[in-house]
Every structure is written in structure tokens, then in C-alpha cells.
């Protein structure tokens, strides 16, 4: 079982910048993709951005220019650098790993961190 952590959330003003991570700890494990989706009251959980292990990136259009996702594969741990936040940023971030033991492939998914920007 592989197990993931975020931090790193907290109260910021707009424009503001916040660093998340994301440590995965387990045993005998491969991690594959890693990346953060978030999820506002009311909303529904959408994608924020997704690293490999070759560090090819995807992000969402929303954050693009704002956001930026990198990894450190000798920690399994990914971060998302976050700037110029915006009060629609608000949002509970979610840490995913895709992560292979043998043949078979398995998702894990963190707790959360809390993200909100206001004024």
C-alpha cells in the first residue's frame, strides 16, 4: 500500500504564491504519474496538473502561465509551485499517484490540503 501526503495550503491574499507537496512512503513500489486536482464547494473535482516520471507535464488551461508542477523521483514526491493566485483558486488540492507493484497498476490519492485566497 503506498501512501501520499500533502502540505503546504494555507490562507493567501491574491497574487499571492503558495508551494504544495506531496510525499508517497510504501514499500516495493514503481511511481508513475503524479499530479493534483482540487475541488471547490459545490464543484466538481477537476484536474490541476500531471507530471510523469520522465517529467512530461500537463496542466490545466486555468493555471497555465501560474502554476507550475515538478517532482523529485528519489523522494517520490511531486510539488506544485502556485503564483499569482486568484480568490478562484480556492479550493481543496488533492495529491494522486498511479503506482505498480509487479503487472498490476493502482491509484492513490491523498487527504487534501486546503488552498483559499482572499483578501
Known amino acids: 500500500q503506498v501512501q501520499l501526503v500533502e502540505s503546504g495550503g494555507g490562507l493567501v491574499q491574491p497574487g499571492g504564491s503558495l508551494r504544495l507537496s506531496c510525499a508517497a512512503s510504501?514499500?516495493?513500489?514503481?511511481?508513475?504519474?503524479m499530479g493534483w486536482y482540487r475541488q471547490a464547494p459545490g464543484s466538481q473535482r477537476e484536474l490541476v496538473a500531471t507530471?510523469?516520471?520522465?517529467?512530461?507535464?500537463n496542466s490545466a488551461d486555468s493555471v497555465k502561465g501560474r502554476f507550475t508542477i515538478s517532482r523529485d523521483n528519489a523522494k517520490n514526491t511531486v510539488y506544485l509551485q502556485m503564483d499569482n493566485l486568484k480568490p478562484e483558486d480556492t479550493a481543496r488540492y488533492y495529491c494522486?499517484?498511479?503506482?505498480?507493484?509487479?503487472?498490476?497498476?493502482?491509484?492513490?490519492w491523498g487527504r487534501g490540503t486546503q488552498v483559499t485566497i482572499s483578501s
Open positions: 507530471i510523469t516520471s520522465g517529467r512530461s507535464t
Open positions: 510504501g514499500s516495493d513500489f514503481y511511481a508513475g504519474p
Open positions: 494522486y499517484l498511479e503506482w505498480y507493484s509487479g503487472d498490476v497498476v493502482y491509484t492513490s
